[in-house]
């Protein structure tokens, strides 16, 4: 309920974070925001958002930045927000922590959803998640420019560990049959000459944990900027 989310709120903002959720303790008031590590900005952050008492969470590249130990705190946080009741929309370029953390993968590329569905069968859609891992080989690519994205995909998608969704799974009450809380009819913007999203629809029920998957330029954070009011559609 709301006297958890708000419970959650204090100790991600005060000096119980480390032993409550894991998370590094938040140092004094006085230091400024803009000085904290991307770890401590993104605990403050979902802090800020938590004492709104929000029925939906947005969230905006989760991992962005940040070391594979902190995003695994966050994550937990992220299920433990969940568990209390509250529905989360993630926005994730990281295959393996979108894929991890949502029970239901929405994968868009060029302004349109491709897929929708439960996150296991977007693994069985390597055709998909192949184009995430070729954006990123292009840039990770030594000066031989021999990385090779297949064999990233491959290696990636095979140790993703989905225990986490089995917890999630074992919670009562399908999804299906859960009241909406969010539904998009027809989201459709463009920048200029540039269709950023294209009639895209999503609706969420609540209680799920959706993921917004894509490579860079899919209308991920365009989507989830419009669905908030950040930018007009």
């Given at each position: 309920?709301?006297?958890?989310?708000?419970?959650?709120?204090?100790?991600?903002?005060?000096?119980?974070?480390?032993?409550?959720?894991?998370?590094?303790?938040?140092?004094?008031?006085?230091?400024?925001?803009?000085?904290?590590?991307?770890?401590?900005?993104?605990?403050?952050?979902?802090?800020?958002?938590?004492?709104?008492?929000?029925?939906?969470?947005?969230?905006?590249?989760?991992?962005?930045?940040?070391?594979?130990?902190?995003?695994?705190?966050?994550?937990?946080?992220?299920?433990?927000?969940?568990?209390?009741?509250?529905?989360?929309?993630?926005?994730?370029?990281?295959?393996?922590?979108?894929?991890?953390?949502?029970?239901?993968?929405?994968?868009?590329?060029?302004?349109?959803?491709?897929?929708?569905?439960?996150?296991?069968?977007?693994?069985?859609?390597?055709?998909?998640?192949?184009?995430?891992?070729?954006?990123?080989?292009?840039?990770?690519?030594?000066?031989?420019?021999?990385?090779?994205?297949?064999?990233?995909?491959?290696?990636?998608?095979?140790?993703i560990d989905l225990s986490a969704?089995?917890?999630?799974?074992?919670?009562?009450?399908?999804?299906?049959?859960?009241?909406?809380?969010?539904?998009?009819?027809?989201?459709?913007?463009?920048?200029?000459?540039?269709?950023?999203?294209?009639?895209?629809?999503?609706?969420?029920?609540?209680?799920?944990?959706?993921?917004?998957?894509?490579?860079?330029?899919?209308?991920?954070?365009?989507?989830?900027?419009?669905?908030?009011?950040?930018?007009?559609?």
């Amino acid at each position: 309920g709301g006297g958890d989310r708000v419970d959650l709120a204090v100790a991600l903002a005060g000096a119980a974070v480390g032993s409550g959720l894991g998370l590094a303790t938040l140092p004094e008031r006085s230091q400024l925001a803009g000085d904290l590590s991307g770890g401590e900005q993104q605990q403050l952050a979902l802090a800020m958002t938590l004492l709104l008492r929000p029925r939906v969470l947005l969230i905006d590249e989760l991992s962005l930045g940040l070391s594979p130990l902190i995003v695994a705190a966050l994550c937990d946080v992220v299920r433990r927000l969940n568990a209390v009741g509250l529905t989360v929309i993630v926005v994730e370029q990281s295959v393996n922590v979108a894929l991890t953390l949502a029970e239901r993968a929405v994968f868009m590329e060029k302004g349109t959803v491709r897929f929708e569905g439960p996150t296991r069968e977007l693994l069985d859609r390597p055709d998909l998640l192949r184009s995430v891992f070729i954006e990123g080989a292009g840039s990770a690519a030594g000066d031989d420019g021999e990385a090779d994205p297949d064999d990233d995909a491959e290696e990636v998608l095979a140790a993703i560990d989905l225990s986490a969704l089995e917890s999630q799974a074992a919670v009562p009450g399908d999804a299906a049959h859960r009241p909406a809380v969010l539904q998009c009819r027809d989201v459709t913007k463009r920048f200029g000459g540039v269709q950023a999203l294209s009639h895209v629809d999503l609706t969420v029920n609540a209680g799920e944990i959706v993921g917004l998957i894509g490579p860079n330029g899919a209308g991920k954070t365009t989507f989830v900027d419009a669905i908030s009011g950040f930018v007009p559609s």
